[in-house]
Each structure stands twice: as structure tokens, then as C-alpha cells.
């Protein structure tokens, strides 16, 4: 069974810092692009960054490019995402994912999900 367990989920004031860990578990991951969404209330599911299995390729969203780092090690099967100068639309809940098509925006183009977790930034 597949599992993607987020962890580092928060309430930072704005120009704070977060950083969130996935682990991935269930399958081998070869080949699989991790990532991040996240969804504010009342909004769909938003692209933020995802990462191919080598590492060699990223991808952000517009919003939180020069912001947002993503990184993986394989070798923990995880991936992270190290958040700066966060502002208060960042909040929402951030779902880590684990899929084929590394680069894809689209949601349903992503296999599997985690559970979610909080961040909130305070003004």
C-alpha cells in the first residue's frame, strides 16, 4: 500500500520560514516525480513545485518561485520543500504527491496524494 506522509506543517508569522518533509513508502518510486499542491479554503488544488527522480529537474509555480526550494534523496525515498519570506496566501493545506509525469500542473495527472498538512501564515 501505497503511503506519502507529510510532516513540518505550521503557523509562522509573514517573512517566516517552513520547511515540510514527505516520506514516501509502499512501492519503488523509480522513475516517479515527487511534488507538492496545496489547496486554500474555498479554491481548487494548486501546482507549487515537483521534482523528477533525478533531481536534475524542477518546477514551480509562478507564485512562489525565487521563494520555494524542493529537493529529494532518494536514497530516503523523501522529498522537501524549504519555504522563505511566506506570505499570508500561502496558507492553505500542502498534499505532497508522488506520479509519472513529473512536470504536469494538472492534478489528476498525480497518482497518489498524502493526507495533507496546515500551513498558516499570520499577518
Known amino acids: 500500500q501505497v503511503q506519502l506522509v507529510e510532516s513540518g506543517g505550521g503557523l509562522v508569522q509573514a517573512g517566516g520560514s517552513l520547511s515540510l518533509s514527505c516520506v514516501a513508502s509502499g512501492r519503488t518510486f523509480n522513475n516517479y516525480g515527487l511534488g507538492w499542491f496545496r489547496q486554500a479554503p474555498g479554491k481548487e488544488r494548486e501546482f507549487v513545485a515537483t521534482i523528477t527522480w533525478s533531481g536534475g529537474g524542477t518546477y514551480y509555480a509562478d507564485s512562489v518561485k525565487g521563494r520555494f526550494t524542493i529537493s529529494r534523496d532518494n536514497a530516503k525515498n523523501t522529498v522537501y520543500l524549504q519555504m522563505n519570506s511566506l506570505k499570508p496566501e500561502d496558507t492553505a493545506v500542502y498534499y505532497c504527491?508522488?506520479?509519472?509525469?513529473?512536470?504536469?500542473?494538472?492534478?489528476?495527472?498525480?497518482?497518489?496524494w498524502g493526507q495533507g498538512t496546515q500551513v498558516t501564515v499570520s499577518s
Open positions: 504527491v508522488a506520479g509519472t509525469i513529473p512536470g504536469s500542473r494538472w492534478y489528476r495527472a498525480w497518482n497518489y
